[in-house]
């Protein structure tokens, strides 16, 4: 990667930092988007984005909140968890063809990579965001595959897949 490359990735993220503690609630390390402005202004970032949408009188939601907020907190910097309530921006769920909540979606940029409807574990939600994280980073599956059956590092793994 370039320099200048480098340069611009940093403060665009430096910026999607500013634009957190600007607009939007960050709460338990999911941060809480009220309007589509301020979901917008994630979607530069170079991180992976995951976005949960749910709406406070749904159940499977209220169940999966913990879990969410937790995995968001494990990846802090390194993934952007964004939270968005149907009911205050109908127009942003609808943007994304959400029909049925809880939905996590996936975002590199402004396309779904990645989707799950329906109640997530802990797990599953990490295993998500690890795996979008990876694909980022440009960790190769063979790598992947080394770290579930536990050979060494990741860094390691990652360098002798590429012929380090």
């Given amino acids: 990667m370039s320099r200048n490359t480098k340069k611009q990735r940093t403060k665009k993220s430096n910026r ?4 957190v503690n600007k607009a939007s609630i960050q709460k338990d390390g999911a941060i809480h988007v009220r309007s ?4 917008e202004r994630f979607l530069d970032d170079p ?7 749910w709406a ?4 499977p939601c209220k169940t999966m909140a913990p879990h969410f907020d937790k995995v968001a907190k494990d990846f802090e910097d390194q993934v ?6 149907t009911e205050k921006t109908p127009d942003l769920a609808t943007s994304f063809g959400i029909r049925s909540i809880p939905t996590i979606i996936a975002l590199e940029g402004t396309q779904v990579v990645n989707s799950n409807v329906g109640l997530m574990s802990e797990d599953s939600l990490a295993r998500m965001a ?3 994280l990876d694909k980022s980073q440009g960790v190769t599956l063979g790598a ?5 059956f536990g050979r060494g590092q990741d860094k390691d793994l990652t360098q002798q897949s590429m012929g380090a």
């Fill in 16 to 19: 999607s930092r500013q634009a």
């Fill in 36 to 39: 589509i402005e301020e979901f």
């Fill in 47 to 53: 991180r992976p984005v995951l976005v949960d949408f």
């Fill in 56 to 59: 406070p009188w749904c159940g």
């Fill in 80 to 85: 952007i968890f964004l939270k968005v309530d």
């Fill in 130 to 132: 690890r795996k979008e």
């Fill in 144 to 148: 992947r595959i080394g770290r579930l």
